[in-house]
């Protein structure tokens, strides 16, 4: 089973998660500017990865403008964000994707950091129910 990763990371806990994730699942991973139709031509799961910044999640404007491209393939995707895992923000990211695309892809929530809030957080240990996911 191929996976590829992409991903848009601001802050860097974005990233960390999804080298770690790479390297546990022997995933490609890229960002989310490097996207192209080749990158997931022979994969069978595409995992999307970003921060929350403003209560969204950017990589959803890949998922949404390139949902044909994905449509056909195991979509997982990783909202990160320095609130806490059950905080109201994180249901509303979740809720903003379009209705078709939730019922359609696994979606997971990690912990991230921002300037020293959360530094002890970011943890590949929080990584273990999406290679669980991935395997």
């Known amino acids: 089973m191929k996976t590829v990763i992409f991903y848009k990371s601001i802050l ?16 490609e991973i890229y960002k989310e500017s490097e996207y192209s139709q080749d990158k997931i031509k022979d994969a069978d799961t595409v995992v999307l990865m970003s921060g929350i ?11 949404s403008k390139h949902w044909n491209d994905f449509s056909t393939k195991r979509v997982v995707v990783v909202a990160v964000g320095v ?14 994707l379009p209705k078709d695309t939730r019922e ?3 979606y997971f929530n990690l ?25």
């Open 104 to 106: 359609n892809i696994k």
């Open 53 to 63: 910044y403003a209560a969204n999640i950017p990589i959803t404007k890949l998922l």
């Open 111 to 135: 912990r991230g950091k921002l300037f020293g809030i959360n530094k002890d957080g970011v943890n590949p240990k929080n990584l273990k129910e999406i290679i669980k996911e991935l395997k």
């Open 83 to 96: 609130s806490p895992i059950d905080d109201k923000v994180r249901s509303e990211v979740y809720e903003k």
């Open 12 to 27: 860097g806990s974005t990233k960390k998660y999804a080298n770690w994730l790479a390297d546990e699942t022997e995933a």
